[in-house]
C-alpha cells in the first residue's frame, strides 16, 4: 500500500517569512495529492490540491509543487501570518482504484511567531 | 461548494454504551465514505470505507463488530461505536468523496468537523 511521509514534524518561522514542508510518497499509482490544514479540535480542510499531470499550482500565498519522477511533493506558504499556524498534512491518493483511499503523512505543526 | 455536516461535535459516553455518529453530505451525493480515528498529535488513521448501499470494508486491525458502519443512503453514513470502553476515546472524522457530474472538485474528498468521543 501506500505509504506518505511529512517532514518536518514541526515548524516555526517568523511572521512574513516562508515555510516549506516536504512529503515523499511509494505509489506510482498515486496521482491525487492533496494538502489539508487542521485547526484544534477541527476536521482537516482542504488547502490545495494537485494532480499528477501538474507540475506547480498556486493559489496567492500557498503553492504546491510535485515531481513523480521523485516522487516527492512540497507545500510553499508565503508571507506567513498568525493564522496559518495549524497542523498541516500532506496526503496521496489514486483518483481510482486502489479503493480510492486517501493516505496521510504524519503532520507537521507549523507554528507562526510574531 | 462541497459541505459534509458530522454529528454530534462531541459525546460523553458511559463505560458499555454504544455511541452512533452521523455523517452527512448536503450538497452532493457521496456513494464513498470513509471513516478515520484520530489520536492526540497524531495523524488521521483509515479505520474503514464505506458505499452506498454494500458493507463497508475495514482496515487491518480495525474490529467490525466493535465499530459499525451503515451506509444506507447517497447522503448519509453512520458510524456506531458499540460497547465502548475508555481505549476508544478519540476523535472520529469522516470524509465523504464527490464523484463528476456534480460541479464539485472531481474526486475531491471533503472532511467533517469531527467527532470528540470520551467513555468515562
Known amino acids: 500500500g501506500e505509504n506518505v511521509e511529512q517532514h518536518p514534524s514541526t515548524l516555526s518561522v517568523q511572521e512574513g517569512d516562508s515555510a516549506v514542508i516536504k512529503c515523499t510518497y511509494s505509489d506510482s499509482a498515486s496521482n491525487y495529492f492533496p494538502w489539508y490544514k487542521q485547526e484544534l479540535g477541527k476536521g482537516p480542510q482542504l488547502i490545495i490540491d494537485i494532480r499528477s499531470n501538474v507540475g506547480e499550482k498556486k493559489d496567492q500565498r500557498i503553492a504546491v509543487t510535485l515531481n513523480k519522477t521523485a516522487k516527492h511533493f512540497s507545500l510553499h506558504i508565503t508571507e506567513t501570518q498568525p493564522e496559518d499556524s495549524a497542523v498541516y498534512f500532506c496526503a496521496a491518493s489514486p483518483m481510482t482504484g486502489g479503493g480510492n483511499k486517501l493516505t496521510f503523512g504524519t503532520g507537521t505543526q507549523l507554528k507562526v511567531e510574531l | 461548494g462541497a459541505v459534509v455536516s458530522q454529528h454530534p461535535s462531541w459525546v460523553i459516553c458511559k463505560s458499555g454504551t454504544s455511541v452512533k455518529i452521523e455523517c452527512r453530505s448536503l450538497?452532493?451525493?457521496?456513494?464513498?465514505m470513509f471513516w478515520y480515528r484520530q489520536f492526540p498529535k497524531q495523524s488521521l488513521m483509515l479505520m474503514a470505507t464505506?458505499?452506498?448501499?454494500?458493507?463497508?470494508?475495514?482496515e487491518q486491525g480495525v474490529e467490525k463488530d466493535k465499530f459499525l458502519i451503515n451506509h444506507a443512503s447517497l447522503t448519509l453514513s453512520t458510524l456506531t461505536v458499540t460497547s465502548a470502553h475508555p481505549e476508544d476515546s478519540s476523535f472520529y472524522i469522516c470524509?465523504?468523496?464527490?464523484?463528476?457530474?456534480?460541479?464539485?472538485?472531481?474526486?475531491?474528498?471533503?472532511f467533517g468537523s469531527g467527532t470528540r468521543l470520551t467513555v468515562v
Open positions: 450538497d452532493f451525493q457521496a456513494t464513498t
Open positions: 470524509s465523504a468523496r464527490s464523484t463528476p457530474g456534480q460541479g464539485l472538485p472531481i474526486y475531491g474528498y471533503t
Open positions: 464505506s458505499n452506498e448501499g454494500s458493507k463497508a470494508t475495514y
